[in-house]
Antibody
Framework: EVQLVESGGALVQPGGSLRLSCAAS????????MNWVRQAPGKGLEWVSH????????YYKDSVRGRFVISRDNAKNSLYLQMNSLRAEDTAVYYC??????????????WGRGTLVTVSS | DIQMTQSPATLSASVGDRVTITCRAS??????LAWYQQKPGKAPKLLIY???HLQSGVPSRFSGSGSGTEFTLTISSLQPDDFAAYHC?????????FGQGTKLEIK
């Protein structure tokens, strides 16, 4: 059974940093592109970043490029999101999601349950 | 970025009704569109991919259609379990975008 379990969400002050993790199981992790998607309270879904199965290429939404860094450790079946210079507008539930395909754009066929990041003083 | 406009924002319906949700893209995305269902406090669940392909395990009362810039999700006969939020997603490029979501509520 495919499982994605996020962790690392917390309350952090504006300008602070946080590292999210996603532990994957039930599939061959190093053959799938992975994504982070977020959802602000009461809002729609917003794609944040994408990393190919091999670690490159990597893509970011404009509003997080230069502040967030996505990475993966295929030996540990884990996906990460290092978030720096956090802003109030980054407040959201962050989901780890698997792309069904490994090239080009793709639908997301499995999602974790999310981890809440709150940016507030 | 490709903008996705989803309508309506809220839809009130009854069990047994046929409902349709629309998603419009700001430019052609061919058939690179997915639909998701999301219940409160839960992760989204993939229903439809490539505009009209039903994800494994999803009931056949769900269907998708469209191509280019206009797409629809139809639920042929609403069941109690279907009252939830629905989101469309374009993935014509690596920079995926979602619609604002539609909340389907009980009339």
């Amino acid at each position: 059974e495919v499982q994605l379990v996020e962790s690392g969400g917390a309350l952090v002050q504006p300008g602070g940093s946080l590292r999210l993790s996603c532990a994957a199981s039930g599939f061959i992790f190093n053959t799938f592109t992975m994504n982070w998607v977020r959802q602000a309270p009461g809002k729609g879904l917003e794609w944040v970043s994408h990393i190919h199965s091999s670690g490159t290429p990597i893509y970011y939404k404009d509003s997080v490029r230069g502040r967030f860094v996505i990475s993966r450790d295929n030996a540990k079946n884990s996906l990460y999101l290092q978030m720096n210079s956090l802003r109030a507008e980054d407040t959201a539930v962050y989901y780890c999601a698997r792309s069904s395909g490994n090239y080009g754009g793709s639908e997301f066929d499995y999602w974790g349950r999310g981890t809440l990041v709150t940016v507030s003083s | 970025d490709i903008q996705m406009t989803q309508s309506p924002a809220t839809l009130s319906a009854s069990v047994g009704d046929r409902v349709t949700i629309t998603c419009r893209a700001s430019q052609s995305i061919n058939s690179w569109l997915a639909w998701y269902q999301q219940k409160p406090g839960k992760a989204p669940k993939l229903l439809i991919y490539k505009a009209s392909h039903l994800q494994s395990g999803v009931p056949s009362r769900f269907s998708g259609s469209g191509s280019g810039t206009e797409f629809t999700l139809t639920i042929s006969s609403l069941q109690p379990d279907d009252f939830a939020a629905y989101h469309c997603q374009q993935y014509d490029s690596y920079f995926s975008t979602f619609g604002q979501g539609t909340k389907l509520e009980i009339k």
